[in-house]
T-cell receptor, first 112, second 113 residues
């Protein structure tokens, strides 16, 4: 089956710094990529949808200046959390879609 | 907007027994897809089963089967011969014209030895 990777799997950063999370589709070209946020024992909340070469579409309530998404190629999307705060600590999951949607293994972000 | 409801936050089943997880959804669309995903402790999302709304026949994947009732907007998952490895959070999801997945709140299933 199709494989989606995420890097890093776990990151700790200090409050006020920025952190970048990469999502790659390893064996297919993803026409659309998605970024989700998941709090413990809760469901996945869609943050934004991005298509290669165009600006991301953010869900209501998601600050686009804080969560920067770049979808530079059909196999790579990045999520940058700018000026991170402890409340940004969460599990972030990317999804990549061609005919089916596949998920990365997730990134645990801890902001101290 | 579509909504997906899973009314069972937690369930448990004895190993080798059968369990059914419930899911209802609300939509005005006629063509859509429904999914069950499994999220084990590793937190990797794994597709369990998929159902196309235009297909009347219920989808089946080995020990996993669904009961799709389109008129009632119900989409339950039956797991037969439960195994310890089935312990996970299960999410029901809807995919329609918005071309994005809408997830339910999840059901934590524990398989007891």
């Amino acid at each position: 089956g199709a494989v989606v990777s995420q890097h890093p799997s776990w990151v700790i950063c200090k409050s006020g710094t920025s952190v970048k999370i990469e999502c790659r589709s390893l064996d297919f070209q993803a026409t659309t990529m998605f970024w989700y946020r998941q709090f413990p024992k809760q469901s996945l909340m869609l943050m934004a949808t991005s298509n290669e070469g165009s600006k991301a579409t953010y869900e209501q309530g998601v600050e686009k200046d804080k969560f920067l998404i770049n979808h530079a190629s059909l196999t790579l999307s990045t999520l940058t959390v700018t000026s991170a705060h402890p409340e940004d600590s969460s599990f972030y999951i990317c999804g990549a879609r061609d005919d089916e949607q596949y998920f990365g293994p997730g990134t645990r972000l801890t902001v101290t | 907007a579509q909504t997906v409801t899973q009314s069972q936050p937690e369930m448990s089943v004895q190993e080798a027994e059968t369990v059914t997880l419930s899911c209802t959804y609300d939509t005005s669309e006629n063509n859509y897809y429904l999914f069950w995903y499994k999220q084990p402790p590793s937190r990797q999302m794994i597709l369990v089963i998929r159902q196309e709304a235009y297909k009347q026949q219920n989808a089946t994947e080995n020990r996993f089967s669904v009961n799709f009732q389109k008129a009632a907007k119900s989409f339950s998952l039956k797991i037969s011969d439960s195994q310890l490895g089935d312990t996970a959070m299960y999410f029901c999801a809807f995919y329609g014209s918005a071309r994005q997945l809408t997830f339910g709140s999840g059901t934590q299933l524990t398989v007891l030895p």
